[in-house]
């Protein structure tokens, strides 16, 4: 297991050096200017030229790209043009939020989608499983955007029940930080009333965002609860007279679950990178939003520290599910 | 089989009931016993650094922060003193010289006296950022003098006329703090981003990039205030991106002003209770620019046919009758206006006559427009002149591109399209503050990209900026707006109108058009409740 762990790990650092090349290639070939960009609309061409000795994009691209490793390699990840801080300081910020609704989100999509799935595949061809399906496929069909336009309005402004966006009341005192994470933080501190506020924030956000993945998860789950269902070893149980609860908890689910956290591995890449919509409909100040506002300035330093640190985090996640499909299934572990 | 899943209901149920219980709405914020009002806007302000950069964003928190030697108010308006009490200068336009208040303190307590007003001037001279290019050519830090501590004298090195015109957007910071946090010689550029050191009506509270900027009153404003109410607090400028979602704040009582909503969506809100709309003038002109050196550009008549075929009527349909159409390339607020005689109106015949004394009679080629990815409004127009120039059997190839990128294609004459979609709003109400825009410095500049040359009118523009006597200029203004229409480098379109909704508990909102899109003069504003 530790072999694996480390091949892995290696293979990381490399793929995350190609995707660092191509990123500062392609954030450096595309049209806009970010010096011109920087120096406002009025700036004279000699205002202009400053920004860009100032920041270094007066010099060739493949010296550019040496510097721009050298810094990353000790920890520096420039300096962002709209917000004037070090990215470094910037992730630290922007990127637990995004963490936090993006593991909410996946975790409410595992809460809800395991069970439907379960269900649906215990009701097979009846009500209840059409209506999981019907679900499953307009959760599949639906843009998040929409639904979480819909959700503020409807949950948020007409029935008063959720905050609109934020992370917080604007009034209130966020918990001292420790992981940046509101909710974390707020338990680990022990203020409950705050942590309860950031929950009441999250959840809206992170319902919209989960909605895809909890229809993915709730599709692929039926279909492996059904295949496990109808194997010899589910009806010797039955024929053993082990009640219905214990088959499905106890034996089929644990099989039916492997494909799935497949999915859920990939599903968690895919919030990760696909948080700015949700983002910008609940002012939720994360790394989308970030990455977003970066790249309508053509601010090229936060642009390639966010792919960077979702590209390792994606990386980090898929390692993860590898290592609990080896512990639950002996075949992978055998083969590793 | 059968699975009891009621334990699960309950638990979420419970959950939910206790997590919505906190999430109540409040009318107004209140801190302390102290009421904040909450402006829900969609720009960060990226620094507050008023030596850095400008946006509406930044322009609206610096001017509640710092205060500058004039200030503009009113509609028309009008550069009032500030810090400066009064002012005298030159019979050759050369030297102007300011007298300070006596009284005007930094926010800890230091005088802002004539030597604060120079450091702040040369800092942004020297850091060559920001508002730095209003003045630079006309004058130099050795050129800016500290004649006693009420008295500051600016020697420029030629006359320029709209001197005045810029000076509050220049605003003043405290040396000591600056030098204070100064790193690596930054001149604390680094540390103003997040941080105030000026004498305005507001302190800085708290600085939340990407969330929220809070501002408290400065209660020993040296200036005072226009109104009393001492259970104000201050104002928090809360970030909320998605006009959907500041409309719904203002609705929720989550925000007390929102700007920049759409027509309908004004429509829409005005119908509530509580809650009051307007719809004001501004200096921001829109135009459909031509790229004058491009091969179908390059003649005049073809200019001509493309402006007299566009549908005025539609432009200001788009934007459900709120923006006027253009009578000059300057805007009503901007000082020596004309209406100039002949401007285009829709006149089918009249564009064809122009095309068929062009090179392309029959016309029968292509024009590419350029707008903004995601513009609605950009992309309507788009349509508009697709209809337009159908009768004068031209095409018209759309491409919505990235703010970035339509920067970059009009920084070049060989790269800017046919025609781009280009808002502009002047920093000044002084003629020379829109002139400019038609004169070669202004190429590379968004605005610029009609890369108009035109040596009648290069010549006018730069002996008007350098003309004192304002008997003199107003002509030469008057004869410069008729040869840029002459010379139509563009459609000219709309002056697009200013909207705000507030609850109507706000108080003391003033207007005036010199304010950028959503900028709005946060010292006069306050609840009253």
Redesign the interface.
């Known amino acids: 297991m530790l072999k694996l762990i480390y091949r892995r790990l290696l293979m990381m650092v490399v793929m995350l050096l190609g995707l660092l090349a191509i990123m500062f290639v392609v954030a450096n070939v595309a049209p806009g200017d970010p010096a011109r960009l920087a120096a406002g609309p009025d700036a004279t061409r000699d205002m202009v030229e400053t920004i860009r000795v100032e920041r270094g994009l007066d010099k060739p691209l493949p010296q550019r790209f040496v510097i721009y490793l050298g810094s990353v390699v000790t920890g520096d990840l420039g300096t962002s043009i709209h917000t004037g801080r070090a990215v470094l300081h910037d992730l630290a910020i922007y990127f637990p939020a995004t963490l936090e609704l993006v593991l909410f989100s996946i975790g409410l999509a595992i809460v809800l989608g395991i069970p439907l799935g379960v269900i649906a595949a215990v009701n097979h061809n009846q009500l209840a499983d059409h209506i999981i399906r019907i679900f499953a496929v307009s959760g599949v069909a639906m843009p998040m955007f929409w639904l979480g336009l819909m959700l503020q309005w409807y949950l948020a402004l007409e029935l008063n029940w959720f905050p609109l966006g934020g992370q917080l009341d604007l009034m209130s005192d966020p918990p001292t930080r420790i992981t940046g994470m509101l909710t974390v933080d707020a338990l680990l501190t022990g203020n409950f009333a705050i942590f309860l506020g950031a929950v009441a924030h999250l959840f809206l956000p992170a319902l919209s965002l989960s909605f895809p993945a909890l229809a993915s998860i709730i599709r692929v789950n039926r279909a492996e609860m059904l295949e496990t269902l109808n194997r010899d070893y589910i009806t010797n149980a039955r024929a053993q007279g082990i009640g219905p609860l214990r088959i499905v908890a106890a034996y089929a689910l644990k099989n039916a679950l492997l494909p799935t956290l497949a999915m859920i591995g990939l599903r968690f890449g895919w919030m990760l990178g696909g948080t700015v919509l949700v983002e910008g409909v609940f002012d939720w100040p994360g790394v989308g939003l970030y990455a977003a506002k970066a790249a309508i300035s053509s601010d090229f330093e936060p642009i390639m520290a966010v792919t960077l640190v979702l590209g390792a985090s994606f990386m980090l996640a898929n390692l993860l599910i590898d290592l609990t499909y080896a512990a639950l299934d002996p075949r992978v572990r055998a083969q590793v | 089989?059968?699975?009891d899943?009621n334990w699960?209901r309950s638990a979420v149920l419970g959950v939910?009931l206790?997590?919505?219980?906190?999430?109540?709405?409040?009318a107004v914020?209140?801190?302390d016993g102290k009421l904040?009002l909450?402006i829900a806007g969609r720009q960060?302000v990226?620094?507050l650094d008023p030596a850095?950069?400008?946006?509406y964003a930044i322009r609206m928190m610096e001017q509640a922060l710092y205060d500058g030697l004039v200030k503009y108010e009113g509609n028309p308006p009008e550069v009032k003193p500030w810090l400066a009490e009064s002012w005298e200068v030159s019979d050759d336009g050369l030297v102007w010289t300011f007298h300070l208040v006596d009284n005007a303190k930094f926010h800890n307590g230091d005088p802002v006296n004539a030597e604060a007003v120079r450091y702040s001037f040369v800092r942004t001279l020297e850091l060559?950022?920001?508002p730095?290019?209003?003045l630079?050519d006309f004058l130099a830090p050795e050129g800016i003098e500290a004649v006693d501590d009420r008295t500051v004298r600016f020697t420029l090195k030629k006359p320029y006329a709209p001197f005045l015109s810029f000076l509050p957007w220049w605003f003043i910071v405290n040396p000591a703090i600056v030098e204070a946090n100064s790193v690596d010689g930054d001149r604390a550029?680094?540390w103003l981003?997040?941080n105030a050191a000026g004498s305005g009506p507001f302190k800085l509270a708290k600085f939340e990039?990407?969330?929220?900027y809070w501002l408290e009153v400065n209660k020993d404003y040296w200036k005072g205030f226009p109104y009393e109410a001492d259970n104000f607090g201050g104002i928090?400028y809360?970030?909320?991106?998605?006009s959907?979602?500041q409309r719904?704040?203002l609705?929720?009582g989550?925000a007390d002003i929102v700007g920049g909503l759409t027509p309908e969506e004004m429509e829409k809100i005005a119908e509530r209770e509580g809650i009051h709309t307007t719809t004001l003038p501004a200096l921001t002109a829109f135009g459909l620019k031509f790229n004058t050196q491009n091969e179908h550009m390059s003649d005049i008549n073809v200019r001509k046919a493309i402006a007299h075929a566009f549908d005025y009527d539609g432009l200001v349909k788009i934007f459900n009758g709120e923006a006027k159409l253009q009578t000059s390339p300057f805007g009503d607020a901007i000082k020596g206006k004309i209406d100039v005689a002949g401007i285009p109106r829709r006149d089918l015949q009249m564009a064809k006559d122009y095309l068929a004394k062009s090179a392309w009679p029959d016309g029968g080629f292509d024009v590419e427009y350029v707008y903004v990815q995601g513009f609605e409004e950009e992309r309507q127009m788009g349509l508009l002149l697709i209809d337009a120039l159908k009768d004068l059997n031209i095409d018209v190839k759309m491409t919505p591109l990235?703010?970035?990128?339509m920067?970059?294609?009009a920084?070049e004459v060989d790269t800017a399209p046919d025609i781009i979609a280009i808002f502009a709003t002047p920093?000044s109400t002084d003629p020379d503050a829109v002139a400019i825009q038609y004169h070669p410095?202004s190429f590379?500049?968004?605005?610029g990209s009609h890369f108009l040359e035109d040596e009648e009118l290069k010549g006018m523009i730069e002996k008007a900026r350098n003309e004192t006597d304002w008997s003199k200029r107003q002509p030469i203004y008057a004869e410069i707006q008729e040869r840029i229409v002459e010379l139509q480098p563009e459609i000219f379109g709309m002056m697009r109108n200013r909207r705000f909704a507030f609850r109507d508990w706000v108080k003391g909102f003033q207007d005036s058009p010199i304010r950028m899109t959503e900028e709005i003069d946060l010292y006069p504003l306050h609840i009253a409740k």
Not at chain 2, 52 to 55: F, G, P
């Open positions: 089989m059968r699975i899943w699960l939910v206790a997590v919505t219980a906190i999430a109540g709405a409040g914020e209140k801190l904040y909450v960060p990226s620094t850095q950069k400008y946006d060559n950022k920001g730095a290019w209003m630079q550029q680094t981003n997040e990039q990407g969330k929220a928090i809360k970030l909320v991106r998605e959907a979602g719904a704040a609705i929720k989550e990235t703010w970035p990128n920067v970059g294609r920084a920093v410095t590379g500049k968004y605005y």
